[in-house]
């Protein structure tokens, strides 16, 4: 069958993150521009090559794409398959909408968080004929080979779809325990002239890689455990260390993890560099962790193996707000993991939230001065949204049942502005938004933090990477872009 995924343009810029991950879809100056490889979509495309499929993948967005060309490059195929959440939902829902009126042939497929927690008013929309639930790959590859071989594809576990007028939900498929059996995503396939960025990676061209699925953490805020899961499951680290020696051989210079926490088992942490070590692999790399999964002898191995730098979920500099969201980490224990960070040379990024269950005033100061005093190489803020599938969402709905499924909102800027944050915060929406910029000012437009930055650059490349990134900020910080 003729198979493309596409990532559709979107209305939102080129840098919407379709996220399966992190609880949370970002896109703008806020984040200075960041943009990544859609290889989580990859996956996909390489698993219906290997059985047999003509399948693609087409990233519009990236490409910059208006609709119609990008619909006009589907137009002969037999399915579409988009990788969709609350921000593009709708969005979504119209682009394939147009390639089947062209095309009223073409099956679609949607995955990703909100046809997951809400898949029936995902398929009510037009456009959208089977909705994914939870992990895709395996659940995508059995609902394509029923279309290819004319069967019923109520048979299929963990799909939503529409017959005669009625939602049909099938049986939950299980969640993949070995994740070595997912297929290593064929980055060649990865459209050519364009340039994935990120203002923390220092080497470029960069690829991204998930290695892990499942946290056991209990953020409220967080739609990664609902989706995944919370048993933490591992590619093993030889499966991880042979994926980083292919993508050194095709060029790439560092790898960015997008694991929710890649430390969170040190035996398995500490085999990856050793392995890195012993098969010489000179890859710089960044992964995601928290502050209670480290110690100085694993950052220590870390950079030994090629690792540069490690993103923290610091979220408050109150313990009261982080015990109101269930973060299960301490102050003193993020004191520590940053002077451990700093005594072995690596860098952190640090992200924190504002307006979250509790907040007053008094604790976005307290969250303003902690983060100062962290000393991260680099960070970044968000107001705390509630998203669909997570306890805070639902807390939400209770009060604001018009909401429904929350697509009808501009969840996009939601970063910048409050959601309903009045039903569990006191401070106004205004004052959120004004302290998130107030923290980019005081962070980053200090001139000893200026200094070092510059001071630490070592090639052109970072330099441009630091401008790039620069200019977005005081865009965001200064000028209130977003």
Not at 43 to 63: F, N, P, Q, S, Y
Not at 348 to 371: N, V, W
Not at 464 to 476: L, Q
């Given at each position: 069958m003729k198979i493309t995924v596409v990532v559709p343009p979107s209305k939102y810029s080129r840098n919407v993150a379709r996220d399966l991950i992190w609880g949370c879809w970002c896109k703008g100056k806020r984040i200075a521009?960041?943009?990544?490889?859609?290889?989580?979509?990859?996956?996909?495309?390489?698993?219906?090559?290997?059985?047999?499929?003509?399948?693609?993948?087409?990233?519009?967005?990236?490409?910059?794409?208006?609709?119609?060309?990008?619909?006009?490059?589907?137009a002969g195929d037999d399915i579409a398959i988009v990788l969709t959440n609350?921000?593009?939902?709708?969005?979504?829902?119209?682009?394939?909408?147009?390639?089947?009126?062209?095309?009223?042939?073409?099956?679609?497929?949607?995955?990703?968080?909100?046809p997951t927690f809400y898949p029936q008013d995902t398929a009510a929309k037009d456009g959208m004929d089977f909705c994914v639930h939870k992990e895709a790959e395996w659940v995508i590859r059995d609902l394509v080979r029923a279309l290819d071989r004319g069967e019923d594809p109520g048979a299929v576990k963990g799909i939503t779809f529409r017959?005669?007028?009625?939602?049909?939900?099938?049986?939950p498929y299980p969640y993949i325990r070995?994740?070595?059996e997912l297929p290593v995503p064929d980055r060649s396939q990865l459209p050519q002239g364009i340039t994935y960025f990120n203002p923390i990676v220092k080497f470029m061209p960069?690829?991204?890689?998930?290695?892990?699925?499942?946290?056991?953490?209990?953020?409220?805020?967080?739609?990664?455990?609902?989706?995944?899961?919370?048993?933490?499951?591992?590619?093993?680290?030889?499966?991880?260390?042979?994926?980083?020696?292919?993508?050194?051989k095709m060029g790439y210079r560092e790898v960015f993890f997008r694991d929710e926490v890649f430390n969170y088992k040190r035996t398995r942490v500490m085999e990856i560099c050793k392995l890195l070590i012993q098969n010489r692999i000179r890859l710089s790399w960044i992964v995601s962790s928290r502050v209670d999964t480290v110690d100085k002898e694993m950052l220590e191995a870390m950079k030994e193996a090629g690792c540069h730098m490690l993103r923290f979920g610091v979220e408050s500099g109150d313990q009261g707000i982080l015990d109101n969201i269930e973060k299960g980490a301490t102050l003193e224990q993020a004191r520590q993991a940053f002077q451990w960070i700093?005594?072995?040379?690596?860098?952190?990024?640090?992200?924190?939230?504002?307006?979250?269950?509790?907040?007053?005033?008094?604790?976005?100061?307290?969250?303003?001065?902690?983060?100062?005093?962290?000393?991260?190489?680099?960070?970044?803020?968000?107001i705390?949204?509630?998203?669909?599938?997570?306890?805070?969402?639902?807390r939400v709905l209770q009060t604001n049942p018009d909401i429904g499924d929350g697509s009808q909102k501009d969840l996009a800027s939601l970063h910048m502005q409050g959601f309903h944050n009045d039903v569990f915060t006191e401070v106004p929406q205004v004052e959120l938004a004004r302290g998130i910029?107030?923290?980019?000012?005081?962070?980053?437009?200090?001139?000893?933090?200026?200094?070092?930055?510059?001071?630490?650059?070592?090639?052109?490349?970072?330099?441009?990477?630091?401008?790039?990134?620069?200019?977005?900020?005081?865009?965001?910080?200064?000028?209130?872009?977003?």
């Open positions: 521009g960041t943009q990544f490889d859609p290889v989580s979509q990859l996956i996909v495309v390489t698993l219906l090559k290997e059985e047999g499929h003509e399948a693609r993948l087409l990233d519009a967005a990236g490409l910059q794409m208006g609709v119609e060309e990008a619909q006009g490059r589907m609350t921000v593009t939902v709708n969005e979504d829902a119209q682009f394939l909408a147009g390639i089947k009126r062209v095309n009223p042939k073409l099956k679609t497929i949607v995955y990703g968080n909100h017959r005669d007028g009625r939602f049909v939900t099938t049986e070995n994740l070595d960069f690829t991204t890689m998930t290695t892990t699925r499942g946290c056991p953490a209990k953020c409220n805020y967080c739609s990664a455990p609902p989706f995944y899961g919370r048993i933490y499951r591992a590619q093993s680290p030889q499966r991880v260390v042979d994926e980083m020696a292919q993508i050194e700093h005594e072995t040379g690596l860098e952190a990024h640090c992200h924190a939230m504002m307006g979250m269950p509790g907040e007053t005033r008094e604790t976005l100061e307290k969250t303003i001065r902690f983060i100062l005093e962290l000393e991260p190489t680099t960070m970044t803020c968000g705390c949204t509630p998203y669909p599938g997570t306890p805070l969402f639902d910029r107030r923290l980019y000012r005081n962070f980053y437009l200090r001139p000893s933090y200026i200094w070092r930055t510059f001071k630490r650059l070592k090639s052109f490349d970072e330099l441009r990477r630091v401008v790039m990134a620069a200019g977005h900020v005081f865009g965001f910080s200064v000028l209130g872009e977003e």
